[in-house]
């Protein structure tokens, strides 16, 4: 069963940060992917709801957490969330692809969907993955879409016959911090147990 945790804080320095393939990331490769970023960002332009899409976290996000076990180990339920058929299949409500840099998500990859608030409001939502570390996470961030600021860490650590799986989010909406936590949070946090729950339906058949 999926595990929630919230809560509400200001920056968090140095836990997350783009990893390039091989060693230890070099500089220009962080300067690298803070302009790939903000070119995605350019393509994607402004959401009517959203609008421009900050890059850099503001002083004021919510974080929630949501945990499961699954029934495979890390590298490989990283990999299924690497896949963009898996993205969608997860996803309750209709989402629809409108373009992708690639089919595998990678560091530096952008992926543009379309997908249906309270399956009624049509919302376009750009992501860019901005790191990477082999066969136990990755994390992508909003360039376009519904919130202001949303940055989205998929990690996995392996536990017995399986593995412990956790979406960490880090979002502001459109409507201020009060929104964010009275109603925000709770539709998401609804969002992604479900989305757990059917990558632990969709696990263990996997070939």
Known sequence: MAEEKLSVGSHHQGLYRPIGW?????????????????SARAYAGRSRIGGLALLEEPDEVC??????????????VI???????NFIAIM??????????????????TYHFRWWLKNVVPVQWVAFIDSYRPGSGFSDQQVRGFFRYFHHTHTAVDDGAGSRYTDTLR????????????????????????RHQRMNRMLPVLP
């Open 63 to 76: 974080e929630l957490r949501v945990e499961s076990w699954l029934p495979r180990p890390a590298d490989v």
């Open 92 to 109: 309750p409500g209709a989402m629809q692809v409108i373009w992708s840099s690639t089919e595998t998500g990678e560091l530096g990859g």
């Open 171 to 194: 979002f502001a909406g459109p409507f201020g911090a009060r929104v964010d936590r009275t109603l925000l949070v709770g539709q998401l946090r609804r969002t992604f147990e479900a």
């Open 22 to 38: 091989g060693e230890a990331l070099a500089t220009d490769s962080v300067s690298l992917i803070a302009e790939q970023k903000r």
């Open 79 to 85: 990999d299924f969330c690497l896949q963009r058929q």
